[in-house]
């Protein structure tokens, strides 16, 4: 398998996973948007339809993804799953992991934390861990301003910067929004 670069803004380099029949491992470098992900989706479609069962998705070179690139991955696991196949991603850097959280789609996709533990979730060993809040439930959370009401959101707790008003706001682990 050859390294495949698209639209100089995503290289994908294909990998062996040893003691893995039918798996691979896919290195992503790059970003994944609405410019690049049709051939993003073309290419992996097409290793899909090769007979490969598991894909494991290497995301530590992913430094930024849209939501177009999040279905992308949406649609490889339906395909995956409707070949009695799977996927897991693991590596995700912290903004593109937000990103996964604030459209809710770590409760549909296998994240591990390394290659090692991907194969264990995929070979259905471990369980997945995910993000260890007792409150995760009310994250991504939109709220008002406390300041000047308009609505905002938030994928965790933390301190903000209102994008109206641009006060700053602390958002709890309850999800109470206050002054600064």
Same mark, same amino acid.
Not at 43 to 60: A, M, R, V
């Given at each position: 398998?050859?390294?495949?670069?698209?639209?100089?803004?995503?290289?994908?380099?294909?990998?062996?996973?040893?003691?893995?029949?039918?798996?691979?491992?896919?290195?992503?470098?790059?970003?994944?948007?609405?410019?690049?992900?049709?051939?993003?989706?073309?290419?992996?479609?097409?290793?899909?339809?090769?007979?490969?069962? @598991?894909?494991?998705?290497? @995301?530590?070179?992913?430094?930024?993804? /849209?939501?177009?690139?999040?279905?992308?991955?949406?649609?490889?696991?339906?395909?995956?799953? /409707?070949?009695?196949?799977?996927?897991?991603?693991?590596?995700?850097?912290?903004?593109?992991?937000?990103?996964?959280?604030?459209?809710?789609?770590?409760?549909?996709?296998?994240?591990?934390?390394?290659?090692?533990? /991907?194969?264990?979730?995929?070979?259905?060993?471990?369980?997945?861990?995910?993000?260890?809040?007792?409150?995760?439930?009310?994250?991504?959370?939109?709220?008002? @301003?406390?300041? @000047?009401?308009?609505?905002?959101?938030?994928?965790?707790?933390?301190?903000?910067?209102?994008?109206?008003?641009?006060?700053?706001?602390?958002?709890?682990?309850?999800?109470?929004?206050?002054?600064?």
């Amino acid at each position: 398998m050859e390294e495949i670069t698209i639209k100089d803004s995503l290289k994908i380099t294909p990998m062996v996973v040893d003691g893995a029949e039918n798996t691979v491992q896919l290195v992503l470098n790059g970003y994944l948007d609405t410019y690049n992900s049709p051939d993003f989706q073309s290419h992996i479609n097409n290793l899909i339809n090769t007979g490969i069962q @598991c894909i494991i998705f290497n @995301c530590n070179g992913l430094n930024y993804i /849209s939501s177009t690139g999040i279905g992308a991955f949406t649609a490889f696991l339906k395909m995956m799953k /409707s070949k009695n196949g799977d996927m897991a991603l693991f590596g995700l850097q912290k903004k593109v992991m937000e990103v996964f959280q604030l459209l809710g789609f770590t409760k549909f996709f296998k994240i591990a934390t390394d290659l090692d533990n /991907s194969l264990q979730l995929l070979q259905g060993g471990i369980s997945e861990e995910k993000p260890s809040s007792e409150d995760e439930s009310i994250f991504p959370l939109i709220f008002e @301003c406390p300041h @000047c009401g308009k609505k905002l959101k938030t994928s965790k707790p933390g301190k903000f910067r209102c994008n109206g008003c641009k006060e700053v706001i602390v958002v709890d682990e309850n999800g109470k929004a206050q002054q600064a």
